[in-house]
């Protein structure tokens, strides 16, 4: 088990856009779904956006739905999270995981005990 990794995260202005990458292992994607979640300063982490492996079907957490777009490409093994329209409160490191369960056709943010192989996070900070 290889955990993911994350990248794109910086520093931006509200109303910029910025788009983090989550790097997989080959294959992962053809079976996998992908969730992305983040951690705000002080606060618990709590689930964004997924997307599931069999008919990429996706899911997006109230706050950022019509703002933030989950994608995969699954020949370059990366899910990409297009993040809109920033807001300070959209400030928080931002973690990608792998569903534990395979061949899912949806996806769920509900638990994030459903998820494994956790990246070490990318820092996203967005300043009003």
């Known amino acids: 088990q290889v955990p993911l990794v994350e990248s794109g995260g910086g520093l931006v202005r509200a109303g910029e856009s910025l788009t983090l990458s989550c790097a997989a292992s080959?294959?992962?994607?053809?079976?996998?779904?992908i969730a992305w979640f983040r951690q705000a300063p002080g606060k618990e982490r709590e689930g964004v956006a997924c997307i599931s492996s069999s008919t990429d079907e996706t899911y997006y957490e109230d706050s950022v739905k019509g703002r933030f777009t989950i994608a995969k490409d699954k020949a370059r093994n990366t899910t990409y999270l297009r993040m809109n329209s920033l807001e300070p409160e959209d400030t928080a490191v931002y973690y990608c995981a792998q569903d534990r369960h395979d061949g899912n056709r949806w996806c769920s943010l509900m638990n994030e005990n459903d998820y494994k192989d956790w990246g070490q996070g990318t820092e996203i900070t967005v300043t009003s």
């Open positions: 080959a294959s992962t994607l053809h079976y996998y779904g």
